[in-house]
């Protein structure tokens, strides 16, 4: 289940939300709503930007029926931003199955497998106390920002609402994303190490933010300092430090 972005105060005097988007439509409480995997409108389409991380976001969340019947839409905005060839395998995977193994695939690569955990805070503070705090600070960014969201269960930091935040709001949503730089390559290298189709979605996102990509862990490790730092809570403190932190290749 994706989220759904409530904009707030975006219009201008006398000027709807709809009027200017026609992405958006109002729920039954008059708030204007943008709603998950709504496609990508008109208005957003000279921002390449946005969208990019709409597309992303759209297609690296779980399969739905809903994403299918926009693949073509998806297709026809990439066009003009540069980023539709490393899009192309992922669309070309999302056409190729029944929509039942597109489920099975991603439960298995992204929510079973820790290899290509889309949860931006594991890659950079692992299942330790300090984690809160960050899903707490991202929550913030997006209270900031005036978009509500309703996560349905999700954690703020689970990439595709990420992405989708971007997409509405592309200043914090960049900063967002280069702040958790480090697990936006591991999480690319991840995918493109085990061939996963959605390698070159994580390409084109890293390709938004500043700098060439780091090519190794040990780059990105070099780059960005120690990631994946796992807290062994409850265990004996007298143990060495050093179990402290493990190398995510460990992780499966």
């Not at 496609?39 to 390449?48: F, Q």
């Not at 539709?84 to 099975?104: I, M, T, W």
């Not at 707490?136 to 996560?151: F, H, M, P």
Request: glycine share 8%.
């Amino acid at each position: 289940m994706s989220p759904r972005w409530w904009s707030l105060g975006r219009s201008k005097p006398g000027e709807s939300p709809e009027s200017r988007d026609p992405g958006l439509r109002r729920d039954d409480e008059g708030a204007s709503v943008i709603a998950a995997k709504a496609g990508i409108s008109a208005a957003t389409l000279g921002a390449d930007p946005a969208v990019i991380c709409q597309a992303a976001a759209m297609l690296l969340a779980y399969p739905e029926p809903e994403l299918l019947e926009r693949i073509d839409l998806v297709q026809a905005a990439l066009t003009d931003t540069g980023a539709l060839k490393q899009f192309r395998p992922v669309l070309a995977h999302l056409r190729g199955a029944p929509l039942g193994e597109l489920q099975s695939y991603h439960v298995q690569e992204f929510d079973l497998s820790r290899r290509h955990a889309l949860h931006l805070s594991y890659w950079t503070d692992g299942d330790t106390r300090r984690r809160g705090e960050v899903l707490a600070s991202i929550k913030a960014v997006y209270r900031e920002s005036g978009l509500l969201v309703d996560t349905a269960g999700e954690l703020p930091d689970h990439l595709p609402m990420v992405l989708e935040f971007t997409a509405a709001d592309p200043e914090r949503g960049l900063a967002l994303l280069n702040r958790f730089r480090a697990s936006l390559e591991l999480i690319r290298l991840g995918l493109l190490a085990d061939d996963l189709p959605h390698a070159g979605v994580l390409v084109a996102v890293c390709d938004l933010l500043p700098g060439a990509s780091p090519q190794t862990r040990a780059e990105v490790q070099a780059r960005f300092g120690q990631v994946q730092p796992i807290e062994l809570v409850g265990l004996d403190p007298s143990l060495p430090s050093g179990l402290a932190l493990v190398d995510a290749r460990s992780l499966r």
